[in-house]
């Protein structure tokens, strides 16, 4: 579900409308990142490796069939599905910010179903606010930024930033190519005696 430039204005508003579910419900975010994760899998599969109800993993299967993220691979029983590519972006009214969709933002969007730094930062700065956490993280990761500085960037408090950010790394070490940063010391003893 990639986009690109001669698309059609409805097919964009109808895939961004599918999008818009997964980043909205964290269980649909888990099963989407599951499916990418595993490259194809049955229903079965899901219930037992996502502990979801029968019903409940059915509908949401479908949900995301009919939105267009998911894709049947094996049409006959035990029907197999697939996640469709994802990558989305998406520029504010005003023209001032982009964000980006990814698995990788909807998976860390599923984690919030199970870990609650990141559920709690969802509900006090939105999906857009943790896609920038995550952008965040990432250049953390790289050495590139300090919690303290990112803080300082979102005008939030130092402990949030480095919950989010600690709750954000392994996302971060799964879908990105982070480089081991590692500080060198020079210790020059020459004027030591």
Do not use: W
Not at 61 to 80: K, S
Not at 121 to 146: F, I, S
Not at 167 to 189: G, Q, T, W
């Amino acid at each position: 579900m990639s986009r690109t430039s001669n698309r059609t204005d409805g097919d964009i508003i109808r895939d961004f409308l599918s999008v818009a579910d997964l980043l909205e419900e964290p269980q649909l975010a888990q099963l989407y990142t599951y499916l990418v994760h595993e490259h194809e899998a049955t229903v079965q599969d899901v219930i037992a490796d996502l502990e979801l109800g029968q019903g409940t993993a059915y509908s949401n299967v479908n949900r995301l069939v009919d939105v267009g993220v998911v894709e049947v691979t094996h049409d006959e029983q035990p029907r197999r599905y697939a996640a469709c590519e994802i990558d989305l972006t998406v520029t504010t009214a005003a023209g001032d910010r982009e964000y980006t969709i990814t698995p990788a933002l909807i998976d860390a969007v599923g984690r919030a179903e199970t870990n609650d730094d990141i559920d709690t930062y969802v509900d006090r700065h939105g999906v857009a606010g943790l896609a920038t956490a995550l952008t965040y993280a990432v250049a953390r990761e790289r050495g590139e930024v300090t919690h303290r500085l990112m803080a300082e960037d979102l005008d939030i408090s130092p402990l949030a930033a480095e919950m989010i950010l600690q709750a954000l790394r392994p996302v971060v070490h799964e879908y990105y190519d982070i480089e081991e940063f590692e500080a060198s010391f020079d210790v020059d003893n020459s004027d030591r005696k």
